[in-house]
Structure formats: structure tokens, C-alpha cells
């Protein structure tokens, strides 16, 4: 398996497509390079939102590209640490998610919002519940190590 | 699963995502997935309760069970249903 996300493998060598951690991520407006499924495409970014795990790039069509997919993105990319996510915001996704399947929107229509959702809680949930023994899970202790202790007070 | 203490937490949720295919499920696989992420859940629930400890993480993974399983059945009833061998 390519462990390499997409955006090292396509990184461009021109100036204009270089970018740095200074320079990212790209504004709103501004025309940005990805890969989609059949290609190679460029598009107006109409906003940067971040998911429960990565960042998702919306479109001006709609579609909801993930940061890896996009030309330049910096390496390593930057992750949310599961801690970070608030009970507030898991409840709110996972509404939004049961909201959109009762609607009848069907999540294998890639690049759009009910795909991009799932695939972000899919990762968060995986990440936090997943058996110990690794420094992530280890996080996720350390956060319910922190909520009993303030239980105890 | 090997894992370097050196590797950047970063490097290493990509590799652990990859790993699981859940950095961006194939089309055909969504089931498949939240299958896999409800079989982690359930064994984390089941020592949760083993031990009797964690009450808010063990509510939190009941829900997302919960969650997790009515989106299952919504993905599956949107599942092509494969041809009926006596019709063809």
C-alpha cells in the first residue's frame, strides 16, 4: 500500500504551486489544483472547514475535496488530535449524518458533503476506539482521564 | 501493526488510517468500513464494561454504536442488489 498521500506525489515544481505552511491553506476565491477521479482538475474554493479528523476544501460546484487530494498541500498534514474534538461536535456530525441517510442522500457519491461527512466520522470513531496501545489511544485516555478527574472534584 | 515512538503523531494517524482504508473509502466499501469501526467500538464497549469503568466513554460508544448502525442500514438499502441468477 502507498503510505504517500497524493499531494507529495503531485507536487508541481512551478513557483505559483509551491506552497509552505506559511502560505496554506489556500484563500477563498483562489483557484486550486486536485485530483478527482478522473483526473487532474482545477476549481474556485469557496471555503476550509475542518472535519472531526482533516480539513475538507469545498468547492464553488459543491464537492468536498480532503486536504491530502489537494495540489500542495504541506507534509506532514496537519491532523486534529481526537482530544480536540468536543462531545458537543461528535453529537452534532453524527445528527447531521443520521439526518442526511434519513433524507435518503446516499453516501457513495463521491466528493459530496454526506460522503466526505461519514468518511471523516468512520476515521474519528476508528482512531478513538481502536485498541489500546498506541500514542493516539493513548490521548483519548489521557482526555476521560481528565473528564473522571474533574468528576472526582 | 509496527509502530516506530519516534514516528510524528501526524505520520502516524495517516499510517493507522491507511492501514484501516479509512482515509478514503473506495465507493463499494462503505458498508464493509462501518462494519470494521462497529466491531472496534463493540470491543471497547465490552471492556469498558467488563471493568466498569469509563461511564462517559461507555455512554459515548453506546451512542456511536447506536449511530453507526442506522447509518449501516441506510447504506445497505442503498446497496445494488447483485442480479437474480434465475433471471438472467
Not at chain 1, 476549481?43 to 479528523?53: A, M
Not at chain 1, 489537494?70 to 449524518?97: F, H, M, N, Y
Not at chain 1, 463521491?110 to 474519528?124: G, H, I, K, M, T
Not at chain 2, 468500513?33 to 471492556?47: A, E, M, N, P, S
Amino acid at each position: 500500500m502507498n503510505l504517500i498521500p497524493t499531494g507529495v506525489r503531485m507536487m508541481k515544481s512551478t513557483a505559483k504551486q509551491l506552497r509552505t505552511e506559511a502560505n496554506w491553506p489556500p484563500e477563498e476565491g483562489q483557484v486550486i489544483s486536485f485530483k478527482s477521479s478522473t483526473g487532474f482538475e482545477t476549481d474556485i474554493l469557496k471555503e476550509v472547514r475542518w472535519g472531526l479528523v482533516w480539513r475538507d476544501f469545498i468547492l464553488e460546484d459543491g464537492r468536498v475535496i480532503p486536504e491530502h487530494r489537494i495540489s500542495g498541500c504541506p507534509q506532514p498534514q496537519a491532523w486534529r488530535k481526537i482530544s480536540e474534538v468536543t462531545d458537543q461536535e461528535r453529537e452534532e456530525c453524527e445528527e447531521r449524518l443520521l439526518s442526511m441517510a434519513g433524507a435518503g442522500m446516499d453516501p457513495r457519491k463521491r466528493d459530496q458533503s454526506f460522503w466526505a461527512e461519514l468518511n471523516q466520522y468512520l476515521a474519528y470513531t476508528y482512531l478513538r476506539f481502536k485498541p489500546a496501545g498506541s500514542k493516539i489511544q493513548g490521548q483519548e485516555k489521557e482526555k476521560d482521564k481528565d473528564k473522571d478527574t474533574e468528576k472526582d472534584r | 501493526m509496527s509502530q516506530s515512538d519516534d514516528e510524528p503523531d501526524e505520520l502516524q494517524v495517516w499510517r493507522v488510517l491507511s492501514e484501516a482504508g479509512l482515509v478514503e473509502i473506495r465507493l463499494d466499501e462503505f458498508a464493509e468500513r462501518i462494519k470494521d469501526v462497529k466491531r472496534i467500538v463493540t470491543g471497547r464497549l465490552r471492556d469498558l464494561l467488563d471493568f466498569n469503568t469509563g461511564v462517559q466513554e461507555r455512554e459515548s460508544a453506546a451512542y456511536s454504536l447506536g449511530t453507526l448502525t442506522g447509518l449501516e442500514l441506510k447504506v445497505l438499502a442503498h446497496t445494488p442488489k447483485p442480479p437474480d441468477p434465475s433471471k438472467i
